[in-house]
């Protein structure tokens, strides 16, 4: 079992920027992809971003030109990277990676974007 740990959620301001992280447990030797979610209270899960293994990235219109997806895979972290964030993107993000066929989630990590 791969246990995927997130990290560098918390509370900003409109217009600032965070960096979540989302670390695996074990080496990652497969080709693997990186998405991330988020869900607000009262709402369904809103898919975010794609990180495929050829290196292409996918974002929801929400985020499109703000958010970046990224990978380190000698760290086997995912990383999402939010700028110019704003109150409606606040919700608890999940990460999810393809590790071959099988799906892993992480924990989920607060982000609330208020004044």
């Known amino acids: 079992q791969v246990h995927l740990v997130e990290s560098g959620g918390g509370l900003v301001q409109p217009g600032g920027s965070l960096r979540l992280s989302c670390a695996a447990s074990?080496?990652?030797?497969?080709?693997?992809?990186v998405n991330w979610y988020r869900q607000a209270p009262g709402n369904q899960r809103e898919w975010v971003a794609t990180?495929?293994?050829?290196?292409?990235?996918a974002y929801g219109d929400s985020v499109k030109g703000r958010f970046t997806i990224s990978r380190d895979s000698a760290k086997n972290t995912g990383y999402l990277q939010m700028n110019s964030l704003k109150p409606e993107d606040t919700a608890v993000y999940y990460c999810?990676?393809?590790?071959?066929?099988?799906?892993?989630w992480g924990q989920g990590t607060q982000v609330t974007v208020s004044s």
């Open positions: 999810n990676f393809l590790i071959g066929t099988q799906n892993f």
């Open positions: 074990t080496n990652i030797l497969s080709i693997w992809s």
């Open positions: 990180l495929a293994p050829d290196s292409s990235t």
